[in-house]
């Protein structure tokens, strides 16, 4: 299905199904941070690791870390966050390693995703699903 | 799966083929007619190094029924595989006989009257008569216990899993990982642990507040020459599918990472055979198995799958022992310059009626069971009805459960926990409240009653099918869906989460649920802190004594399709 963003925010909240719409909107503005910190490249996936959780044990504090050797900058989103950015580490030349580790809070299920900008110019992403859920019921 | 052909050929390493699995020996005793303890013990010694495999045992001290599921859906790569195959179709695959005594043992088909055949099964006097057998026919055997140990039991539950602890310890277990364990509290832990003649592995526990290592990774043994290393992974989703409050210190989760490092660390330290003492539950296993690299024997735990044969995943053997003290696996393996090159295998069915119990453990056992005799033997009432739980879906033990829940706590609907664990009880026997007890003992039992919206009934049906039916192995938890009482449902296991339910229907009226209409709905289980109510042995044994005969009538209010 695809709504604009006028005609998902139209339908409103008035029902279950409406409250899933809204995605598209968020996922956009996900892109447009990456476009902005891309400048439109092409985003390879060789190069970056993101190490997150499957099912996060509490949705406010999920502990997320990201490595990309010879890295220059390295983006965080939460895609599915009312804003999706959460941080742009940037390594000088000085810099020992290419690595950050930080906890974010996640509304609800989504996909993290990391942007690194390789020594050679070039870039790469990785994503990882983080599990929000209500819990309970384990084996 | 590979098929069995396939498996008996398959290649560990390149340079000696052998791999065999007891499977052959149990034919031969349905051939036979005849049960013995010589049979059922019968294993030509093979390689240099034996593992011994117990896992799931959920405080179960003496013999038990257990019917093994009937219902069982693997989604995704793992459709139609083992353990997802069930009754009939397992009997089929794994080339049993019908009504033999490992059909009887392992599938759920005529459970009732195959029972009174072959009896009970399990019990750790009988566990320790094979563990001794074993260990006097190899000395360099190292016994295991995947976890769910500590909990499960009225005595379990009054002494804090203290009978157990000892029981454990006499039988000599040499490794052990976690989950139940967990719900007595990190004090209890820590204080069980500081008292364990061997170590309670989890490199997947973690310092909450640091995220560093917590509890020991992994432990080296050395056995006839062979150096071993046994890492143990707890079971990963602890914060999630049990109280986190109760041990908010530690965080747990998968970190294959962290395992494919722990397995470089015990290769570069000269460990020739790496094992996985797991509770990750066998869907997640196998795809571990396949991500990670360098695991010889994965010993499987959590989801209480009993399968005769070990999957292979790559060059990875997975190893599941069933639970509730039913079976025990014996692995011998054949390690030579650093490689495993070959096993041999059989997962040893625990018939109570067929092994002698070991009297020193007899004792051990009776003497921790002694102080509540009289409390676990009162009679609250008889069933006409068998009494089980294991199943993707309410079973009849659920079934009464949800209904003393709706009567006692006068609610329109009941929701009550899928968890795998809870043994059977026989038509025709009286329920003992120690019946009672092994069906829902936990510290946490209260049974709340609130109000919840048609919506949020809704999500938490989603929210748990997503944890039973995702995909990925990764996303799922291990437990069964949620039971419900006084509530319809349809649900389409092959959908993703928010499409799945459909039709949920109030049965008391027949109408359908109202998404923003407010319903009465009773529970247990909560991992809520401060969940008030009374605790469910309580409520299950006052409306057992009201009814007196418990008869469960056949239930059709969730339908499946998709699988």
Redesign the interface.
């Given at each position: 299905m695809k709504l604009s963003r006028r005609e998902a925010i139209a339908l409103g909240f008035g029902s279950v199904a409406a409250t899933l719409l809204p995605m598209p909107v968020l996922a956009d503005a996900a892109e447009d941070a990456i476009s902005a910190f891309t400048g439109g490249a092409a985003v390879g996936t060789a190069g970056v690791t993101l190490t997150a959780p499957e099912i996060a044990e509490n949705g406010n504090t999920v502990p997320v870390s990201v490595n990309a050797p010879g890295a220059s900058a390295i983006m965080l989103l939460a895609t599915g966050n009312p804003t999706p950015a959460v941080a742009t580490f940037k390594f000088g030349p000085a810099a020992g390693s290419q690595n950050a580790a930080t906890r974010i809070r996640l509304a609800k299920t989504q996909k993290v995703v990391a942007i690194a900008k390789l020594a050679d110019g070039t870039f790469a992403q990785a994503e990882s699903t983080v599990k929000v859920t209500i819990g309970g019921c384990g084996g | 799966m590979i098929s069995r052909r396939e498996f008996l050929q398959a290649s560990v390493a390149a340079s000696a083929i052998l791999g065999a699995s007891g499977i052959g020996n149990w034919s031969r005793l349905a051939a036979q007619q005849v049960l013995t303890q010589d049979q059922l013990l019968q294993f030509d010694d093979f390689g240099n190094v034996t593992l011994i495999h117990i896992t799931d045992i959920h405080a179960q001290l003496k013999p038990i029924w257990f019917r093994e599921p009937e219902i069982n859906i693997g989604v995704g790569e793992a459709r139609g595989k083992p353990p997802h195959v069930t009754g009939a179709d397992f009997v089929k695959m794994f080339n049993l006989q019908p009504a033999s005594p490992e059909a009887y043992a392992l599938t759920y088909e005529d459970f009732a009257a195959l029972g009174k055949t072959y009896g009970k099964m399990g019990g750790l006097d009988r566990v320790a008569t094979v563990v001794k057998a074993i260990r006097a026919a190899r000395p360099d055997s190292i016994l295991l216990d995947g976890g769910d140990t500590w909990h499960g039991s009225m005595t379990s539950l009054l002494t804090k899993g203290q009978d157990m602890v000892n029981v454990m310890n006499k039988l000599g277990v040499e490794a052990m990982t976690s989950?139940w364990e967990w719900t007595y509290g990190t004090q209890r832990v820590k204080e069980i642990v500081d008292t364990l003649p061997f170590p309670f592995l989890g490199a997947n526990i973690f310092d909450?507040e640091w995220?560093e290592p917590a509890f020991d990774p992994y432990k080296m043994f050395e056995k006839g020459g062979v150096k071993v290393a046994v890492i143990g992974q707890a079971?990963p989703?602890m914060?999630?599918?049990?109280p986190?409050w109760m041990f908010p210190e530690y965080?747990?989760?998968?970190r294959q990472?962290r395992m494919q490092e722990m397995v470089d660390e015990v290769r570069a330290k000269g460990a020739e055979l790496v094992v996985c003492l797991s509770h990750n539950?066998f869907d997640v296993d196998r795809k571990m198995a396949a991500q990670v690299q360098g695991i010889d024997v994965i010993l499987t735990g959590?989801?209480?799958d009993a399968i005769p044969e070990p999957v292979l995943v790559g060059q990875t053997i997975l190893i599941a022992s069933g639970s509730n003290g039913k079976f025990v696996s014996r692995v011998d393996l054949d390690v030579r310059d650093g490689k495993m090159m070959g096993f041999r295998h059989k997962l040893i069915p625990i018939f109570s009626d067929v092994i002698t119990p070991d009297a020193e453990m007899a004792a051990v056992i009776d003497g921790e069971r002694e102080p509540f005799k009289a409390q676990l033997e009162e009679e609250i009432g008889t069933t006409e009805s068998l009494l089980y739980r294991r199943g993707n879906f309410n079973g009849t033990w659920d079934d009464l459960i949800c209904d003393a829940v709706r009567s006692e706590r006068d609610a329109q609907i009941a929701m009550s926990?899928?968890?795998?664990?809870g043994p059977s009880v026989m038509p025709g026997e009286a329920i003992t409240r120690e019946d009672i007890h092994n069906a829902t003992s936990m510290t946490y039992g209260q049974v709340y009653r609130t109000e919840m919206t048609g919506?949020t009934i809704?999500?938490?049906l989603e929210?748990?099918a997503?944890?039973l039916f995702n995909t990925?192995p990764?996303?799922q938890?291990?437990?069964?869906m949620?039971r419900v009482g006084g509530l319809g449902y349809h649900i389409d296991v092959s959908q993703k989460?928010?499409a799945r339910i459909s039709n949920m229907t109030l049965l008391a009226t027949g109408e359908a649920i109202d998404?923003s209409k407010s319903y009465t709905v009773a529970g247990w289980?909560?991992?809520n802190e401060g969940t008030e109510g009374p605790q469910i042995w309580d409520v299950l044994e006052s409306h057992i004594r009201k009814i007196g005969t418990v008869k469960i009538e056949p239930n059709t209010s969730v339908v499946v399709t998709g699988a």
């Open positions: - | 989950h909450a995220d079971f989703y914060p999630i599918a049990n986190k965080s747990f989760g998968i990472e539950g959590h989801t209480h926990p899928g968890v795998r664990w919506e809704n999500t938490i929210d748990v997503d944890n990925d990764y996303y938890q291990g437990g069964d949620v989460i928010g998404a289980a909560s991992v």
